[in-house]
């Protein structure tokens, strides 16, 4: 429903205006050694453009951005601010969130999840707090909407289920404005159309 990470790719592509072909990979092939020579790890999404071929959401939308204008600032300490939030998303605000989905999705039934889950919430809370305070009542993280808030929102949006994104009503406004560009409502009505096509 657009919160798997190949949307950001896809987000970053429709921001700068670029077209890509989407090659789509089943759970065993994603093991299989021609996509492991892609991904180490076996993962998606891989980002392929004539020779290179790279991994990592963040590393493939900072290649972007670096390479088509639209997601980086003119000015070098607003680009290097832009990059720095790109890593703050990524290494910062998202582990706690994936820990509280692990937390949700894949412990629920252990004996343990009742008293895990509060704290592993409350760690959450904690970071959205600092994060809230820093973006106060502006539009964007560091004025004008840069690849840092692409990768920002879009792991804001993994929370939108738990209903803790709500508790912050800038933060849940900023996600909004970013859902709203319609670079993003290309990117996530092409990614429905994939789901729903391998629905059926």
Excluded: C
């Amino acid at each position: 429903m657009g919160l798997a990470r190949d949307t950001r790719v896809r987000w970053a592509l429709e921001e700068v205006g670029q077209p890509y072909d989407v090659r789509l990979v089943s759970f065993q092939a994603m093991k299989e050694p021609a996509h492991l020579a892609l991904h180490p790890f076996g993962q998606i999404p891989t980002y392929e453009e004539g020779d290179l071929a790279l991994f990592e959401t963040g590393a493939i939308v900072l290649h972007i951005a670096e390479h088509h204008a639209g997601l980086l600032p003119g000015d070098a300490d607003a680009r290097a601010r832009a990059i720095m939030w790109m890593f703050a998303a990524v290494n910062t605000v998202e582990p706690p969130i994936l820990e509280l989905v692990i937390a949700r999705i894949h412990e629920g039934d252990k004996p343990w999840a009742k008293e895990r889950l509060p704290l592993v919430a409350e760690r959450v809370r904690n970071r959205l707090k600092q994060l809230s305070a820093r973006l106060g009542d502006a539009e964007w993280l560091d004025g004008a909407f840069s690849a840092g808030d692409l990768m920002m929102a879009s792991v804001l949006l993994r929370l939108r289920p738990s209903g803790i994104l709500d508790e912050f009503p800038s933060l849940a406004a900023y996600v909004a404005r970013a859902e709203a560009r319609p670079a993003y409502q290309r990117a996530f009505a092409a990614q429905l159309a994939i789901n729903a096509s391998r629905a059926v």
